[in-house]
């Protein structure tokens, strides 16, 4: 059973910081592009950033220069450390897992900015 599972999501001020962590477990993790995803009431779902198995990284340009992403693939997880944070930034962030026949999502954390 595959089991991705988002925490570190909360209430947090303009300009503060939050660092995400997904936990996985059911796949073989190493070898899984990892990725996280956020999606705001009303609006698409998108990319914030990933990492691949090679430990590449991409970001939405959104967030560059203020989120980093990071695996540990003897903890099995992925990390999203989010610095100046702005309201925009409020959403519910979710855990993406993929190869190239499967994907996997978790429950989503929600992130709030907010003075």
């Known amino acids: 059973q595959v089991q991705l599972v988002e925490s570190g999501g909360g209430l947090v001020q303009p300009g503060g910081s939050l660092r995400l962590s997904c936990a996985a477990s059911?796949?073989?993790?190493?070898?899984?592009?990892m990725g996280w995803y956020r999606q705001a009431p009303g609006k698409q779902r998108e990319l914030v950033a990933a990492i691949t198995s090679d430990r590449m990284t991409n970001y939405a340009d959104f967030v560059k220069g203020r989120f980093t992403i990071s695996r540990d693939n003897i903890k099995n997880a992925v990390c999203l450390q989010m610095n100046s944070l702005k309201p925009e930034d409020t959403a519910v962030y979710y855990c993406?897992?993929?190869?190239?026949?499967?994907?996997?999502w978790g429950q989503g954390t929600q992130v709030t900015v907010s003075s």
């Open positions: 059911g796949i073989d993790f190493s070898v899984y592009d």
């Open positions: 993406n897992a993929r190869n190239m026949w499967l994907t996997y």
